[in-house]
């Protein structure tokens, strides 16, 4: 009887394979660690600046970051573009306020709840600039009261 064929002795290829399972298995926490993403960070720097945001200005960043940059007459806010009632992404209407394609939720353009299901109004969040006079930089972590503007 050949070696491989006695059942208590594993071939040569089933140990090979064995070994670099367990060696596999063995380095995949420190691989899982390395590759592992940053923290991601919750600004976002638009191409926006204070001196190119004139009152009635607004800039849809939806798709990659969820907001609207808005211009009044007391300065420049940010709005969740992510309706209150079951987190679907409302679309701006007619520079009037925003509607949730979803359940037909309404708000204005301060976010507040003019039609439901939904109850609560849209969040603010903070904006400030980069540097003076630079580019724009919304921070998501951080809402702010529906008053504050930049």
């Known amino acids: 009887m050949k070696p491989s064929e006695d059942a208590s002795c594993p071939g040569r290829r089933s140990f090979c ?8 298995l063995a380095l995949l926490p420190s691989a899982l660690e390395a590759g592992a993403a940053p923290e991601s960070d919750p600004r976002r720097v638009t191409g926006a600046t204070r001196a190119s945001f004139t009152p009635g200005t607004i800039q849809d960043y939806r798709k990659p970051d969820g907001f609207f940059l808005i211009a009044d007459a007391a300065g420049i806010y940010a709005v969740s573009a992510i309706c209150t009632h079951l987190g679907c992404k409302v679309a701006l ?3 009037q306020g925003f509607d949730c394609p979803c359940h ?8 507040n709840v003019l039609q439901g299901p939904a109850k609560l109004p849209l969040k603010h969040f903070s904006v400030a600039e980069r540097e003076p006079g630079g580019p724009l930089v919304v921070d998501l972590s951080r809402t702010v009261d529906a008053h504050v503007r930049l």
Not at 17 to 24: E, H, I, S
Not at 104 to 111: A, K, V
């Open 93 to 95: 209407a007619d520079n």
């Open 17 to 24: 394979c064995l070994a670099c399972a367990a060696v596999a």
């Open 104 to 111: 037909d939720s309404e708000y204005d353009l301060q976010g």
